[in-house]
Nanobody, 120 residues
Framework: QVQLVESGGGLVQAGGSLRLSCAAS????????MGWFRQAPGKEREFVGV????????YYADPVKGRFTISRDNAKNTVYLQMNSLKPEDTAVYYC?????????????WGQGTQVTVSS
């Protein structure tokens, strides 16, 4: 069992940066791939990116490729989402998730989400 808690959301101007964190509980954190999803108002939840258990491989959705970076620190049971060059269309609730690495990523565990709002 893995419990996930996101933090770091907030309001930022277009072109700015924000870093989200996801703290995980449970001794098995390091064996799971960790991913990020987002859900904008009135839209379905969409995949953002995923990182393998050892951090060696990452995969991103096209809309964020080159702007967002996922990293992890297994010693701290934490995964990060660095978001640069933010756009108003990045406004969404961002969710952290854990599961076995696969594309498409279909996680077993979810966090509660953190709001990111990008103003124009």
């Amino acid at each position: 069992q893995v419990q996930l808690v996101e933090s770091g959301g907030g309001l930022v101007q277009a072109g700015g940066s924000l870093r989200l964190s996801c703290a995980a509980s449970g001794r098995t954190f390091s064996i799971y791939a960790m991913g990020w999803f987002r859900q904008a108002p009135g839209k379905e939840r969409e995949f953002v990116g995923v990182i393998k258990w050892n951090g060696a491989t990452t995969y991103y959705a096209d809309p964020v490729k080159g702007r967002f970076t996922i990293s992890r620190d297994n010693a701290k049971n934490t995964v990060y989402l660095q978001m640069n060059s933010l756009k108003p269309e990045d406004t969404a609730v961002y969710y952290c998730a854990a599961g076995w690495y696969n594309i498409p990523f279909d996680p077993d565990y979810w966090g509660q989400g953190t709001q990111v709002t990008v103003s124009s």
